[in-house]
Nanobody
Framework: QVQVVESGGGLVQPGGSLRLSCAASGSVFSIYAMGWYRQAPGKQRELVADISSLGDTNYAESVKGRFAISRENAKNTVSLQMNSLKPEDTAVYYC?????????????WGQGTQVTVSA
């Protein structure tokens, strides 16, 4: 069993900042990657950023230079610092982790946290 819990969403004005946090618990050994997806109303879920166990990061083009992902392997946590937020960043943000399952890999998801950017 793996549990993934996000926190830190909310309402912020354009240009503001928010920090999302995510903690994984349970069978969290051998985590390959952790990261964040988001889903805006009427749109598909999209990758925001992820980070490997070695610290390699990957960002969506739309957030490069504004968002920063970080991870503490010993605590099984991942954070997303979001700066210079725009209305188009409004979405439900989902934390995930990827780890081995059977002969392959699988993703475990949190319940999501709402981020609203509005004046």
């Amino acid at each position: 069993q793996v549990q993934v819990v996000e926190s830190g969403g909310g309402l912020v004005q354009p240009g503001g900042s928010l920090r999302l946090s995510c903690a994984a618990s349970g069978s969290v050994f051998s985590i390959y990657a952790m990261g964040w997806y988001r889903q805006a109303p009427g749109k598909q879920r999209e990758l925001v950023a992820d980070i490997s166990s070695l610290g390699d990061t990957n960002y969506a083009e739309s957030v490069k230079g504004r968002f920063a992902i970080s991870r503490e392997n010993a605590k099984n946590t991942v954070s997303l610092q979001m700066n210079s937020l725009k209305p188009e960043d409004t979405a439900v943000y989902y934390c995930y982790l990827r780890k081995p399952y059977g002969m392959g890999l699988t993703n475990y998801w949190g319940q999501g946290t709402q981020v609203t950017v509005s004046a």
